[in-house]
């Protein structure tokens, strides 16, 4: 009995095992590890640092790795009071299965000029086309004067290794490009 309370304890304090790179595939413990931060992170404003990358001119991405698509649902529960309803991590890791999901926050000078961007996955010299492209057609005005839109990327992971360094390139319909960020993909869970 004391032994069994000693490794509650124990477990208690060293926490849920730390993932030491993006995974694809979450195991049950990483699923409920993922939950319960969404549950604490109402908070924190900053609970999403880890999957925020910072471009150029304002520009950011933010990488929807699955753990932290069930960090948002977790999050999303905690702010509604509720509980995440039994089958829905499994139901938004079927919707996400075998994709690696990214938001981007573009700037620009004109409401209509994200439209036509066309985003790339380099990794090393092989560059990965998306399998998803969601490019907001009308910008929300700035307080500045410009434009802000938010796009949607989805890129195939059957070529990514949860440690890739990738570099996403984002191109205007003339193949200039316009953004450029760095993922490590080894410093997120």
């Not at 699955?66 to 509720?82: D, E, I």
């Not at 066309?118 to 005005?141: D, H, K, S, W, Y």
Request: net charge positive; aromatic share 8%; charged share 25%.
């Amino acid at each position: 009995m004391i032994r069994a309370g000693a490794l509650a304890l124990a477990a208690l304090l060293i926490g849920p095992p730390v993932v030491a790179a993006a995974s694809f595939t979450l195991g049950p413990e990483e699923r409920t590890a993922a939950l319960q931060i969404g549950l604490r992170s109402v908070t924190l404003d900053t609970f999403d640092a880890e999957w925020r990358v910072a471009g150029q001119s304002g520009d950011s991405v933010t990488v929807v790795t699955p753990f932290h698509r069930l960090v948002l649902a977790g999050r999303h529960a905690a702010f509604k009071n509720q509980r995440v309803k039994h089958g829905e991590p499994e139901k938004l890791l079927r919707e996400q299965q075998d994709r690696l999901v990214i938001w981007a926050s573009l700037y620009g000078s004109r409401v209509d000029f994200a439209r036509f961007y066309a985003p790339r996955l380099l990794v090393g010299a092989r560059e990965i086309e998306p399998t998803f492209v969601q490019n907001e057609r009308t910008a929300v005005r700035t307080e500045g004067g410009g434009y802000l839109a938010r796009c949607v990327y989805g890129f195939p992971v059957k070529d990514l290794t949860p440690k890739a360094n990738l570099l996403l390139v984002v191109r205007d319909a003339d193949g200039r490009d316009v953004s450029r960020f760095t993922i490590d993909l080894a410093t997120m869970r």
